[in-house]
């Protein structure tokens, strides 16, 4: 597993407006904490549905995310989850989008 990584996730049953149910995600832990083997890793859940929000990234799908539509990434909704609810990565999203997600990170977060 390695950052930015897509992996599918069960987020259980959703309360409220939560992504929820058994969906892909992009692996949001640094790959310098990664080599640590940590039982929990930070994930940010994707959606088709098409939102225009800052805390929002979209992804087109291409042949490294092997993603099959237009997917946006719930940044203000990342969550640390066991490492045992990821299935194996089955593409990655590349350093512009990882980077991206990063951004939204900081600015929600409001680190620099």
């Not at 083997?37 to 929002?56: C, E, G, K, Y």
């Amino acid at each position: 597993m390695n950052f930015g990584d897509i992996v599918t996730i069960d987020f259980g049953t959703p309360i409220g407006s939560e992504a929820g149910f058994t969906r892909p995600a992009v692996i949001t832990t640094a790959d310098d904490f990664l080599r640590f083997r940590p039982s929990t890793v930070f994930a940010v859940p994707l959606t088709t549905t098409p939102r225009v929000f800052p805390s929002h990234v979209s992804i087109e799908p291409d042949e490294h995310n092997r993603l099959a539509a237009t997917s946006c990434a719930l940044v203000e909704q990342m969550r640390a989850v066991a490492v045992e609810r990821c299935s194996a990565a089955h593409g990655n999203v590349g350093s512009v989008v990882a980077h991206q997600i990063l951004d939204v990170l900081a600015m929600i977060t409001g680190m620099p």
